[in-house]
């Protein structure tokens, strides 16, 4: 078994990593760029929503608030009719960008701590690069990837986004690995 407390340096290592190849991924690589289709009258639509404040939050339209609504007459008319939609209603402000590219680097060091972990349970030290690129590459690339598919499921958000970010899971995953794999304690 090993410590938890030597693996810090693949920890962080792996996590600049992904944060660095993310980076050139999404503003370099331009691939993402689609993930997001533009409204049809944007501006009209943005001032007609302005005056209804609506705080930051996920929303469903038509909402039902529970099961049993879906049986309800007036909301399968509303449904049928459309439009139908979730939106994510962020905080207005100049830059958001800051504190979720912290939060994105906190997120991938979480991942890269757990995946850490269940290799430190399963692999003893000096293990050959392989065997913990394997367990650290298949735990990593479940963190980051496995979970998008349930909002193609539910909700309905574009499988070709869900692929997208799965090739980027597996990138980021690589990653993780070979960080683990070149770092993993000999002793």
Request: include cysteine.
């Amino acid at each position: 078994m090993v410590a938890l407390t030597s693996l810090w340096l693949p920890v962080l290592v792996s996590a600049v990593l992904v944060f660095v190849a993310s980076s050139v991924m999404h503003m370099v690589l331009g691939y993402h760029n689609t993930d997001y289709a533009r409204l049809p009258k944007e501006d009209e639509l943005q001032l007609a929503l302005r005056p209804f404040n609506i705080p930051p939050g996920d929303y469903i339209l038509p909402c039902a608030g529970g099961m049993k609504a879906f049986n309800d007459p007036a909301f399968k008319e509303k449904w049928e009719k459309g439009p139908v939609a979730t939106l994510t209603v962020m905080a207005p402000g100049t830059n958001f960008m800051g504190s979720q590219l912290a939060q994105w680097f906190v997120y991938c060091a979480l991942i890269a701590f757990f995946s850490g972990y269940v290799a430190s349970r399963t692999i003893a030290p000096g293990a050959d690069y392989l065997i913990v690129f394997r367990v650290v590459g298949t735990t990593a690339f479940m963190a980051y990837a496995l979970g998008m598919w349930q909002m193609t499921i539910w909700y309905r958000k574009s499988a070709m986004t869900s692929f997208k970010n799965t090739v980027d899971s597996l990138i980021y995953a690589c990653l993780t690995a070979g960080a683990f794999g070149w770092l993993w304690p000999t002793v």
